[in-house]
Every structure is written in structure tokens, then in C-alpha cells.
């Protein structure tokens, strides 16, 4: 059975700082990765999806990596913001694409001003 | 991109009341959708995963006889929490996948305090 970790489980930074979360998962023979971001009392916005075969994904301040064989990821944010402060879970697919996804725990960030 | 919306997006019931969750696809027809609980700085847990026309698959631990899931449509499922008590206060989070999409789109959830 697939199980995901998420280290650390909450972390408070200065604002400008640049920081990585990690996700940790069991099973390496994963379809695809995905990051979301999570605000309090509010449903789930997808950040970044890296496939099997990728390595990393970049969307603005944020990159994304992934190392099947050592069953990590990491997510980089450059130069937090405020604005960056929420939950970020990590999920993987059990089989396919279109398969329940496993979620990390989640780490919540808090970027001070 | 693809978009999913729930109704209500937050709901109050007495104990022993039932309550009906709509999940909707807005532009792409949902084949699966899925069905999780959030409770508080706690991550997402899968109930149920629900192919259109067919019976919803629970997870272990869910009683399908409390959380009974309709998935009629091709862009709509329903949850519905039969007999509510407070600890099914909770956030429910739907999401939704279909042919040609390589993820699932969530909802935003619905927040249900049972009292």
C-alpha cells in the first residue's frame, strides 16, 4: 500500500526566504507526482505536475523535482511571500492517471512579513 | 482548465438529519469521481470512488450505508450523509476526472457542522 510523507508538517519562515518542502512515498512505481496548495477552509489548487518520466517542473517561483528511485520530491519556492502562507500536500496516483490519489500530510507554511 | 463546483459549499444540520452534497463537472464530462473527508490540520482521506452508472467502491472503514454516493451523470455525483451526528462534521472535498485528462479537478469542499 502506497503511503506518503510530507517533512515537515508545518514551517514558519521570514518573508524573502527561499525554502523546499519533501515528500516521501513508498511505492516508486508511480504514474505522476502533484503538488497542491491548500488555504484554510478552501478546496485544493493544483501547482505543479511532474510525470514518471520527468524529473522537474517549474511554474513561476516554484520547482518541482522528482526522484522515483529514491521515492522523493521536493518543492522549491524562491523568495516566499506572505501571499505563499497555506497547506502544499503532495499526491501520487495509485495506478493510472485517472486512479484515487494518496495524499501526503501536508506541510503548513506560514511566511512572515 | 477543467472546472469542478459543489453545492452547498457549507451546511449546518441537526443530529439524525440527512444531507445531500452535489459535486458537478462544469465542462468535461466526469467518467470517475472521487469522494474524500478533511478534518482539521488533517490531510484529505478517499472515501469512495464512483465510475459513472455504476456502483460506488468505499474505502475500507466507510459505511456505504451512511455515505450513500449517486453518480447518475456524467457531471454529477451526490453524497449523501444519512443520520448525521456531530462527528460527521467534517470537510468533504469531491473531484473528478474523465477520458483524456492525465488528473483529477477538485471541488472546492463543503464544510458540514452536524449539531
Known amino acids: 500500500k502506497q503511503e506518503v510523507t510530507q517533512i515537515p508538517a508545518a514551517l514558519s519562515v521570514p518573508e524573502g526566504e527561499n525554502l523546499v518542502l519533501n515528500c516521501s512515498f513508498t511505492d516508486s512505481a508511480i504514474y505522476n507526482l502533484q503538488w497542491f496548495r491548500q488555504d484554510p477552509g478552501k478546496g485544493l489548487t493544483s501547482l505543479l505536475l511532474i510525470q514518471s518520466s520527468q524529473r522537474e517542473q517549474t511554474s513561476g517561483r516554484l520547482n518541482a523535482s522528482l526522484d522515483k528511485s529514491s521515492g522523493r520530491s521536493t518543492l522549491y519556492i524562491a523568495a516566499s511571500q506572505p501571499g505563499d502562507s497555506a497547506t502544499y500536500l503532495c499526491?501520487?496516483?495509485?495506478?493510472?492517471?485517472?486512479?484515487?490519489?494518496?495524499f501526503g500530510g501536508g506541510t503548513r507554511l506560514m511566511v512572515k512579513p | 482548465g477543467a472546472v469542478v463546483s459543489q453545492h452547498p459549499s457549507w451546511v449546518i444540520c441537526k443530529s439524525g438529519t440527512s444531507v445531500k452534497i452535489e459535486c458537478r463537472s462544469l465542462d468535461f464530462q466526469a467518467t470517475t469521481m472521487f469522494w474524500y473527508r478533511q478534518f482539521p490540520k488533517q490531510s484529505l482521506m478517499l472515501m469512495a470512488t464512483s465510475n459513472e452508472g455504476s456502483k460506488a467502491t468505499y474505502e475500507q472503514g466507510v459505511e456505504k450505508d451512511k455515505f450513500l454516493i449517486n453518480h447518475a451523470s456524467l457531471t454529477l455525483s451526490t453524497l449523501t450523509v444519512t443520520s448525521a451526528h456531530p462527528e460527521d462534521s467534517s470537510f468533504y472535498i469531491c473531484s473528478a476526472t474523465g477520458t483524456g485528462l492525465n488528473t483529477q479537478y477538485f471541488g472546492p469542499g463543503t464544510r458540514l457542522t452536524v449539531l
Open positions: 499526491a501520487v496516483p495509485s495506478g493510472g492517471a485517472g486512479n484515487m490519489l494518496t
